[in-house]
C-alpha cells in the first residue's frame, strides 16, 4: 500500500506503507525526475526487474536495497538516500560467481546523468557479508557502471567488490564520478573508509574520476578518508584527481596484478600511492603534489607523519617514468620511498622530475644483489634519466634537500649507469650544481647503508650530471664517461604502453644474446677463468695463505670483487701481506673491495698502503660488471614489458605459455617468484605447488617459503582462505615485522583479511625507524575495533561480534547489553577469543541498545546499536 500527495511547486511525493523487514518489488518501478518516494522497509529487486530512480528514493535508517541476479537498478540522474537525516546501509548487488556478467546471471546497478548515492554506510556491494562478517563467495559476480557525473556523497564506503576473476571480463567501471566527503558528513564519532574497496577482482577501470574531501572544518589527516583500496585485484586509473585524504590509492598484492595509475593528480594528501607487493604496475605520467606536513592537522599529541608521493614496498618489476614529484615547501616530504624492492633488476626511470622535496627518492632495505653476495654480476635498483631538482632561470633552482638518500640500510645496484663509451651512463641530472648555495645534497647515504658506484657522463661540461655533493667518499664513486649526455638521444620516452608487444619480445631476445656474449667472455676472463676454484680454495682453511695468494696472483689484475672480499674476510685471517699483495696487483678496486677492507681488522699500515695504490680510476673487471649490469637491465625491462601486455590483452589465456616461457627463460631465483604469483593470478595451482616443491634448490627464504606456502593454501579454496589466513595469524604477524621484502607479502594478507593494519615506514636522513606495526591500541583515533553488532530486523535477531587482543584469556571478558535506559538485558563471560553470538531482539522496544565487552571489570569495548521494527 502507498499513500500519494503533492505539494505546490514540489510535484507528488509517495510514501510506502509496508514497514519493517523487506519488500520485494512485483513490478517494474520508476521514481519519476519530480517525484520523492520514502521507503520504510528494505527493497528487493528480483530476476527481470527494474528500478529506475529519476527523482529521489528516500530508504529508512539500516535498509537496504538488494539486488537479486537479474535485477537492475538504475539511478539516472536521481538520488538516493536516507530518509531520517542518517545513514542507510546502501546496495547490495548479488550475481552468480561462476558464469559471465550477462544480464541473466547477474544483479547490476547503473548510475549516469549525475545520479547519486548519499549517506550509505556502504553505497554499493558487489557481493554480501556472511552473518559472521566474511564474504559470502557464492554471491559475487554483480557489477557496477557509473558514468557522466554519478556521485557516491558522504558514503562512508562508496564501493565494495568481492571476489570474482575467473576466466570472465569484469563490466564494473567508473567515468567521470565523484566521490567526496563535504561538510554535510553526519557523524563525527565516524571516519570515512576507502571510498573504493577492491578484493579478488580484475579489469577494473577509473577514468576521469575525483576522490575528494571538501570538509572546510578541521579535522585530522588521519579521519580524512582514503581513495582506493585493492587487495589481489588489477585495475587501471586514468586522469583522476585525489585530494585532501589520507591516502589516494593503496595496494596490496600477492605478486602479480594489471596495475596501471596513470596521468591523475594527487594534491594535499598525507599519501598519494602505496603499493605492497606489487609486481609489474604501471606509475607514469602522473603528477604528485606532496603535502607539506605543516599544512595538515594532526590528531591532539601524536606526531606528525611524513607525507609521500608514492611508495614501493617490498614491490618489483614497477615501472615509474615521466612523473612528476614537487611539493610547495621543503619540510619532512618525500617524492618517492623504496623499502625491500628484493635484489632483481628494477628502475626509477626514464624521465620523472623531482623538486622541492626534503628527500625526491628515499632507498631502505634491500634492494640490490652483489657479485660478493653470489650473484654473475651486481643487479638491483636503479636510477636512470631523472631530473632531481629543477632549473628555473639561469641560477634560479626548485631544489631538492637530498635528492636521492639511502636509509635503514638502504641498498641500490652497484652500479648506476656504464662507464664506457660506447653505451651512455645513468642520466640523471642533480640541480643545482655542485657546490650549491644550500644544504643541498645530491646523494646521502646513512651509515647503516652499503656503498655503490655511480656511473656518469661527462663531468666538465655537464657537470649536472655529476653527483658529487654527497656524504663523501667511500660511499659514492664518481666515475667519468667519454660520451656527451643528449637528454632527447639518451633518455627517450620508454613507456611499455606505447610498446608493440612483438617489439618487446625482440627486444628481450637482442640484449639477452648480448648479455650472454659479455657473460661468456667475463666467466673466461676474469679469477683466471674458474672462479669456483679460487672460492673453495679460500674456503678451505687447511690451505695456507702463501698458496692462496700464489694462486689469486696469477689470477690478476682480473680478480673479482666477490673473490678479493672473501679473502679479506676470511677465517682464518690470511697474512696481511698477502691480502695486500693481491689487492694492489688487482687496483683500482670497486668501492665496496676497499669497505671491506676497512673494515677489516688488518693493521692500518696495509690499508694504507693499498688505499695510496689506487689512482681513481677503474679497473678491468668493473667495467665489464658495469656493461653486465646494463645489458642484463635491458634484457629484464623487456622481459617484464612483455609480460605486462601480455598478461593484459590475455583474457582467453592465448597467451598462457608465452608469458610462463618468458617468466622462465634463464630466470633467476628472484624472478621465479614472479612466475609464482602469476601462476597463483591464473588458478593454475599445480604448477605453483610444483615450483614450491622446488624451493629447496633455490635462493628463497624461510620466510617467503612459510608465506607463499599459506597463499597457497587459501587461493585453492576460497570460500575458506579466512579461516586459513586466521590458523596462520601467528606466523604471518611475526615475517610482517621484518625488515623484508616478503614482510610486505605477510602484511598483504594480514590487511586483506581485517586482522592487522600496517603504516607505511619512512625513515628520514638522520631519523631512526619507527616501529612498522601501527600502534592502534594507543590512539582512540586509530584503534582497531574489538567489537561489532549486525542487526537483522527481518529475522529480528541481531550478532555479536568480538576478536580480543592476542593474549587476553576469554574466561576474564564479559559482555552485557544494554538499553538506552540502562537496563541490562544480557550479561555473560567469553568463551573464545573470537566469536559470534546470536541473540533474539523480538520483544525488544525499536530503540538504541550498547554492547560492552568488559576486561577485570574495565571497559575496554562499547559499541552503540539500533534495533528497528
Known amino acids: 500500500m502507498r499513500y500519494f500527495s503533492s505539494t505546490f511547486g514540489r510535484g507528488a511525493w509517495r510514501v510506502d506503507l509496508v514497514r519493517n523487514g523487506m519488500q520485494t518489488l512485483n ?34 535508517d539500516d535498509a537496504v536495497i538488494r539486488v537479486q541476479p537479474g535485477g537492475r537498478v538504475v539511478v539516472n540522474g536521481g538520488v538516493i538516500n536516507n530518509a531520517c537525516g542518517g545513514m542507510w546501509r546502501g546496495i547490495e548487488v548479488l550475481g552468480t560467481p561462476n558464469q559471465p556478467q550477462l544480464a541473466q546471471y547477474q544483479g547490476r546497478v547503473i548510475m549516469q546523468n549525475g545520479g547519486t548515492i548519499e549517506n550509505a554506510t556502504l553505497g554499493v556491494s558487489l557481493g554480501v557479508r556472511n552473518e559472521n562478517g566474511t564474504p559470502d563467495l557464492s554471491t559475487t559476480g554483480g557489477y557496477l557502471i557509473c558514468s557522466t557525473g554519478a556521485t557516491f556523497l558522504n558514503c562512508q564506503q562508496a564501493v565494495q567488490a568481492y571476489d570474482y576473476t575467473g576466466a570472465f571480463t569484469n563490466k564494473t567501471k567508473f567515468y567521470n564520478t565523484t566521490f567526496e566527503i563535504n561538510d554535510d558528513w553526519l557523524f563525527e564519532e565516524e571516519i570515512p573508509w576507502y571510498q573504493v574497496v577492491l578484493r579478488g577482482v580484475t579489469n577494473i577501470k577509473f577514468q576521469g574520476c575525483d576522490f575528494v574531501n571538501t570538509r572546510t572544518d578541521e579535522f585530522s589527516i588521519l579521519d580524512a578518508g582514503k581513495g582506493i583500496a585493492a587487495s589481489n585485484s588489477g585495475f587501471h586509473v586514468t586522469n583522476s584527481h585525489f585530494e585532501n585524504l589520507a591516502l589516494g590509492i593503496g595496494v596490496k598484492s600477492l605478486g602479480f596484478d594489471d596495475i596501471k595509475i596513470s596521468e591523475n593528480t594527487f594534491t594535499g594528501n598525507l599519501g598519494g600511492v602505496s603499493l605492497r607487493y606489487s609486481g609489474l604496475a604501471e606509475i607514469v605520467e602522473n603528477t604528485f603534489v606532496v603535502s607539506d606536513p605543516s ?234 677463468g674458474d672462479t669456483q676454484f679460487l672460492l673453495d680454495l679460500i674456503d678451505d682453511e687447511f690451505v695456507s695463505s702463501f698458496e692462496i695468494r700464489n694462486e689469486m696472483l696469477l689470477a690478476s689484475p682480473r680478480v673479482t670483487d666477490r673473490v678479493l672480499i672473501a679473502a679479506i674476510e676470511r677465517d682464518p685471517a690470511m697474512n696481511p701481506w698477502h691480502v695486500a699483495q693481491v689487492l694492489l696487483a688487482n687496483s683500482p678496486l670497486p668501492q665496496n673491495v676497499l669497505t671491506a677492507l676497512n673494515r677489516s681488522d688488518f693493521d692500518d699500515y696495509y690499508k694504507e698502503l693499498v688505499e695510496d695504490g689506487q689512482n681513481g680510476g677503474v679497473s678491468y673487471t668493473m667495467i665489464m660488471e658495469s656493461e653486465l649490469s646494463y645489458f642484463d637491465g635491458l634484457k629484464e625491462s623487456a622481459r617484464m614489458d612483455f609480460v605486462r601486455q601480455a ?223
Open 647 to 869: 598478461f593484459r590483452q590475455d583474457s582467453t589465456l592465448a597467451l598462457n605459455d608465452s608469458i610462463i616461457h618468458y617468466l622462465s627463460d634463464d630466470a633467476d631465483d628472484e624472478q621465479l617468484k614472479t612466475l609464482m604469483a602469476y601462476h597463483l593470478k591464473r588458478g593454475q595451482y599445480q604448477q605453483a605447488e610444483a615450483l614450491l616443491a622446488q624451493a629447496p634448490n633455490l635462493r628463497w627464504t624461510n620466510d617467503y617459503v612459510d608465506v607463499i606456502s599459506i597463499v597457497v593454501d587459501a587461493l585453492k579454496d576460497t570460500a575458506s582462505a579466512d579461516g586459513v589466513i586466521a590458523a596462520n595469524e601467528t606466523t604471518l604477524l611475526a615475517v610482517a615485522n621484518e625488515h623484508s621484502s616478503e614482510a610486505y607479502l605477510a602484511q598483504s594478507l594480514l590487511e586483506t583479511y581485517g586482522l592487522a593494519e600496517y603504516e607505511e615506514v619512512i625513515v628520514m636522513p638522520g631519523v631512526q625507524p619507527r616501529s612498522m606495526k601501527a600502534e592502534k591500541e594507543n590512539t582512540a583515533v586509530k584503534r582497531k575495533a574489538l567489537a561489532s553488532v549486525h542487526p537483522n530486523p527481518t529475522k529480528d535477531m541481531a550478532y555479536l561480534n568480538w576478536r580480543l587482543p592476542e593474549g587476553m584469556p576469554s574466561h576474564e571478558v564479559s559482555m552485557a547489553v544494554y538499553s538506552v535506559h540502562g537496563q541490562r538485558l544480557l550479561v555473560d563471560f567469553l568463551n573464545t577469543e573470537v566469536g559470534i553470538r546470536e541473540i533474539n531482539t523480538a520483544n525488544w522496544s525499536p530503540g538504541l541498545y550498547l554492547f560492552q565487552l568488559r576486561h577485570d571489570e574495565r571497559l575496554i569495548e562499547s559499541i552503540r546499536f539500533e534495533v528497528i521494527r
Open 295 to 528: 599544512d595538515l592537522t594532526w590528531p591532539t599529541g601524536e606526531a606528525a607523519q611524513e607525507p609521500f608521493g608514492l611508495y614501493l614496498g617490498g614491490s618489483t618489476g614497477y615501472e615509474v617514468e615521466e612523473n612528476l614529484f614537487y611539493s610547495s615547501n621543503i619540510h619532512k616530504n618525500v617524492g618517492v620511498a623504496i623499502r625491500n624492492s628484493g635484489n632483481h633488476y628494477n628502475r626509477i626511470g626514464f624521465n620523472n622530475e623531482f623538486h622541492t622535496l626534503e628527500v625526491g627518492a628515499l632507498v631502505m632495505g634491500d634492494n640490490r644483489y652483489d657479485p660478493a653476495e653470489g650473484a654473475t654480476q651486481a643487479t638491483g635498483l636503479v636510477f636512470r634519466c631523472n631530473d632531481l631538482g629543477i632549473q628555473v632561470t639561469p641560477g634560479v633552482y626548485s631544489e631538492l634537500n637530498y635528492s636521492i638518500a639511502l636509509t635503514n640500510e638502504g641498498e641500490i645496484s652497484m652500479h648506476q649507469g656504464v662507464i664506457t663509451a660506447v653505451v651512455p651512463g645513468a642520466g640523471n641530472r642533480f640541480y643545482p650544481v655542485c657546490p650549491p648555495t644550500t644544504t643541498d645534497k645530491e646523494f646521502y647515504v646513512d651509515d647503516s647503508s652499503p656503498e655503490l658506484s655511480f656511473h656518469n657522463y661527462i663531468p666538465f661540461a655537464q657537470s649536472e650530471t655529476r653527483p658529487d655533493c654527497n656524504t663523501g667518499l667511500p660511499y659514492v664513486g664518481v666515475m667519468a664517461s667519454e660520451i656527451d649526455f643528449v637528454k632527447e638521444v639518451h633518455c627517450p620516452s620508454d613507456l611499455s604502453s606505447g610498446g608493440v608487444i612483438g617489439d618487446f619480445r625482440d627486444r628481450y631476445y637482442q640484449n639477452k644474446a648480448i648479455y650472454v656474449t659479455l657473460l661468456e667472455v667475463y666467466k673466461d676472463t676474469v679469477n683466471g
Open 27 to 60: 513490478a517494474d518501478l520508476t521514481v519519476q525526475a519530480d517525484e520523492e518516494l520514502v521507503f520504510t522497509s528494505s527493497l528487493e529487486v528480483g530476476p527481470g526487474l527494474t528500478l529506475t530512480v529519476l527523482g529521489e528514493l528516500l530508504m529508512p
